[in-house]
């Protein structure tokens, strides 16, 4: 999950790391800034696409005691 418009870690490179990585993988670029990427909308959004990729590829949490 990126940033579109993040001067510190580019799409670019971004792009390229995605492009070596291995599967299960998925790209999501947000439309904004890399510190914007944590306030409000947008750290919403992350944070459900991330829950979303952990649950299809890790599965369910179950709590340990």
Do not use: Q
């Not at 070596?20 to 998925?26: F, I, N, Q, T, V």
């Not at 510190?35 to 949490?61: K, N």
């Amino acid at each position: 999950i990126g940033a579109e418009r993040d001067a510190a870690a580019p799409v670019s490179e971004m792009r390229h790391l995605y492009a070596a990585a291995g599967e299960p993988k998925r790209l999501e670029v947000l439309d904004t800034t890399h510190y914007a990427i944590y306030d409000l909308p947008h750290r919403a959004t992350a944070i459900a696409l991330a829950i979303e990729w952990f649950r299809a590829y890790l599965g369910p949490v179950t709590a340990r005691r």
